[in-house]
């Protein structure tokens, strides 16, 4: 029944979009020029405007006359109506997009559409750039700040009509993971540290996890492996340990030792004079190559075909793993992130096992990094304003959108007042924030979150981060050397839309996913020889889509003119 329900719900939603966008495509460059100048003075609050809001946030939790909503209401003369469905639910927001109901803010997506779709089917309007100018000027500085950011989601044809707003990703700057290994199996087997460390904090377990901007070599590392695996590192006199653990469900466990060739996942580069993807290349079929080595010496845990990301943190709590990657949360313990590895293993208080974070593995050329989080810019996600606002909802909607989200004196929207809603968790000012017990963390009375968008400049990265991994960044992942060195981003990406590639991409990631994961899989456990089956991989990669998606690739603008807003 569930899955007939779905079944109905998919043909439903694929009708009513196709109906919408028929009746949108006419009439999809008809929304009238707006006269600003007829617009409230920006901070003229002085006509009540009702809005039905969402933001990045809505569970559907919202209770009517909460703490926030009040002070909003009160601010910006305001009625807000809130919306009562779970947006990170794709089955409510897809009977939301099909019945037309939408807010007048959302930032959820309707059924996989890009910003431009969704605007030609009319589920959204546009948001001219001198409304932006004039009410929500801390964005617009934002986007100036971050190049292309002022170029990025124009309307097809515009240079002066956004289709959505964007977020800025300052908690993702920098490295955002990097290898480690049990420090107390390296002491007892007589490795060397590659240079000084420190813990990372006094307790909590932090004591015990140790940091080095120091790396070791692939070539060093494999050795390290080796004796995690073979000379008992444990002490149980049982050959039950390995060095390596991978996951069988994304590449995350092989970011900084696919950085040691130069790779990052889904990245394009330059090679051989020819522009290529990362799953083709050269020197992924090293990175192959090695990992098969490693799995053939038996350094490779060979449970990992059958153990996800989630399964393998479960594993490595187990005592037996000697490498596993990790975010600077991670090994700063945050609250968030508890249970994950390699902190895991160091949450018991009588733990005896020791962590010590390296900089990335340097690689057979000398290089040494890993993947940008983001390709381009640390700008991301979508706020969109629902096809039926006005001019005068909108005008309102952006000063709260600017007020709410980039104007840290609001930091009450998230936190409340500090003292009577949360308190600090170390220094003032320089640690995380934390609610009191007893109140709503996310919506419900207190109304936190309940109308915020993703967005994070560096103070509001610190109310969410310990002062342990603020420290961690500061001191090495996020310092600006590092990520001159060590950020991998790729040659060429389609960031402003100007090709074919996210239809090309709809039309064959599935097979080509599969084409990609069956042959690693199959690579590094030996089933095929990488050298003997390259060529045929390769060109049933280009077959199934690949070429045509490296052709439509090459249409696209360098990052380095990106970076610095050329189109």
């Known amino acids: 029944m569930r899955k007939a329900k779905r079944a109905f ?40 405007v009702a809005l039905n809001l969402s933001g990045s946030f809505t569970r559907g939790k919202a209770k009517d006359g909460s703490y926030v909503q009040k002070r909003l209401e009160e601010q910006f003369n305001v009625k807000i109506k809130n919306t009562k469905v779970d947006t990170w639910d794709a089955e409510q927001t897809n009977l939301m997009v099909a019945s037309g109901d939408l807010p007048d803010t959302f930032s959820f997506t309707a059924g996989g559409q890009t910003a431009q779709e969704m605007f030609d089917s009319g589920l959204t309007r546009t948001i001219p750039k001198e409304m932006l100018e004039k009410y929500a000027p801390r964005y ?28 800025q990703y300052a908690h993702v700057d920098g490295l955002a993971w990097g290898p480690t290994l049990r420090l107390d199996w390296l002491e007892k087997l007589g490795f060397e540290t590659p240079g000084k460390m420190k813990a990372v904090g006094p307790n909590g377990g932090r004591e015990n996890i140790y940091f080095t901007e120091s790396a070791y070599t692939i070539e060093e590392l494999e050795e390290i492996l080796k004796a995690f695996t073979f000379n008992d590192p444990d002490g149980n006199g049982k050959n039950d340990t390995y060095g390596l653990l991978p996951a069988n469900n994304n590449l995350n466990w092989a970011t900084s030792l696919m950085g040691a060739f130069g790779l990052g996942t889904e990245y394009n ?76 293993i160091v949450e018991n208080p009588d733990s005896t096992a020791k962590i010590l974070a390296t900089a990335p593995e340097i690689g057979p050329d000398g290089q040494q990094g890993l993947k940008a989080y983001l390709p381009v810019v640390n700008l991301a996600d979508s706020f969109y304003i629902g096809k039926k606002v006005t001019d005068e909802q909108l005008a309102r909607i952006l000063q709260m959108f600017d007020y709410i989200n980039f104007d840290n004196d609001a930091r009450w929207t998230v936190f409340g007042e500090v003292g009577e809603h949360s308190e600090w968790e170390g220094e003032p000012n320089k640690s995380a924030l934390k609610v009191k017990p007893g109140l709503s963390l996310e919506e419900g009375d207190t109304g936190f979150w309940a109308y915020n968008f993703r967005t994070y400049d560096k103070e509001r990265v610190q109310w969410i981060n310990s002062e342990y991994t603020l420290k961690l960044k500061d001191e090495f992942y996020a310092r600006e050397d590092v990520k001159e060195k060590m950020l991998i981003r790729p040659y060429k990406w389609d960031l402003l839309n100007q090709t074919k590639l996210k239809e090309l991409e709809k039309r064959y990631s599935g097979q080509l996913n599969t084409i990609v994961d069956e042959f690693r899989m199959k690579a590094i456990v030996g089933e095929v020889d990488i050298d003997k089956e390259w060529d045929k991989y390769v060109d049933n990669w280009m077959k199934n889509g690949g070429k045509e998606l490296l052709e439509e690739l090459d249409k696209a603008p360098l990052v380095t003119d990106l970076l610095q807003g050329k189109q």
Request: hydrophobic share 35%; with cysteine; proline share 5%.
């Open 9 to 48: 719900l998919g043909t439903f939603m694929a009708a009513a979009l196709v109906i919408s966008g028929c009746g949108s495509k006419s009439g999809k460059n008809n929304e009238e020029p707006v006269d600003v100048s007829a617009l409230p003075d920006a901070g003229d609050f002085s006509e009540e």
């Open 269 to 344: 580069f330059i090679e051989n004079d020819q522009l290529v993807r990362m799953e083709v290349s050269e020197k992924y079929k090293e990175f192959l190559k090695l990992m098969a080595k490693w799995y053939k010496m038996g350094i490779i845990d060979p449970e990992f075909t059958t153990l996800d990301e989630k399964m393998g943190w479960e594993k490595y709590k187990t005592g037996k793993i000697g490498y596993f990657i990790a975010q600077p949360s991670y090994l700063a313990m945050d609250d968030w992130a508890r249970g994950r590895a390699p902190q895991n």
């Open 140 to 167: 617009m500085k934002m986007l100036e700040e971050n190049q292309p950011g002022p170029i990025m989601n124009l309307k097809e044809g515009s240079d002066n009509e956004y289709l959505q707003l964007l977020g």
